[in-house]
């Protein structure tokens, strides 16, 4: 099992729609779970962070953690052609940072 | 306010010769992170340093990698001899401790990377 699992995509949304990218993970040790946006052929990027179990939320983006499924999802609401990026689902444990190879997310006007 | 600053951005080199990656982290982090990105392995932690100090290397693939940090503000990556299979992105990344928690809850600023070539 990986650490980290996450549909590789595409995910193809059209423009305005809500884009669900979800991911779980295999490390019950991991306190702190990160969201990375990466443009093709840029740096990865961090857009959210989230820490206890819940929702969490940022303009139009909103993080949901569940613990005691390990899993994690972003809502990216009102989605733009801007938004379209690999999205990386991060968790952060005590020994390590494990990013998986991440969701392509394609937003199409 | 700088970001994470590496160099050179683009390097082409030959199988068998030295290359020497760089990276600046943001001033006042004292962590440092060298992460290598390929299409079949995603993204791979290959080393961390704490206020200059490597603390694990478990990641660097092989004796031919090395990296140091001889101060806060200054950071390589060697490899040598350099193979085709090192063709990759490296990244670098900085964080600033906070203390009481794990270095991996730190948020990390990652660097624009350099696009490696080995002929």
């Known amino acids: 099992q990986k650490e980290v699992e996450q549909n590789s995509g595409p995910l193809s949304v059209p423009e305005g729609a809500i884009a669900s990218l979800n991911c779980t993970y295999s490390d019950r040790g991991s306190q702190s779970f990160f969201w990375y946006r990466q443009y093709s052929g840029k740096s990865p990027e961090l857009i959210m962070s989230i820490y206890s179990n819940g929702d969490k939320e940022d303009g139009r983006f909103t993080a949901q953690l569940n613990k005691a499924s390990q899993y994690v999802s972003l809502l990216i609401r009102d989605s733009q052609p801007s938004d379209s990026a690999t999205y990386l689902c991060v968790p952060g444990g005590y020994n390590k940072l494990i990013f998986g190879a991440g969701t392509r997310l394609a937003v199409h006007p | 306010d700088a970001g994470v600053i590496q160099s050179p951005r683009h390097e082409v080199t030959e199988m068998g010769q030295e290359v020497t990656l760089r990276c600046k982290p943001i001033s006042g982090h004292n962590s440092l992170f060298w992460y290598r990105q390929t299409m079949m392995r995603g993204l791979e932690l290959l080393i961390y340093f704490n206020n200059n100090v490597p603390i694990d290397d478990s990641g660097m693939p092989e004796d031919r990698f090395s990296a140091k940090m001889p101060n806060a503000s200054f950071s390589t990556l060697k490899i040598q001899p350099s193979e085709p299979r090192d063709s990759a992105v490296y990244f670098c990344?900085?964080?600033?401790?906070?203390?009481?928690?794990?270095?991996?809850?730190?948020?990390?600023?990652f660097g624009p990377g350099t696009r490696l070539t080995v002929l």
């Open positions: 990344a900085s964080s600033l401790r906070d203390r009481g928690t794990s270095v991996f809850t730190d948020t990390q600023y």
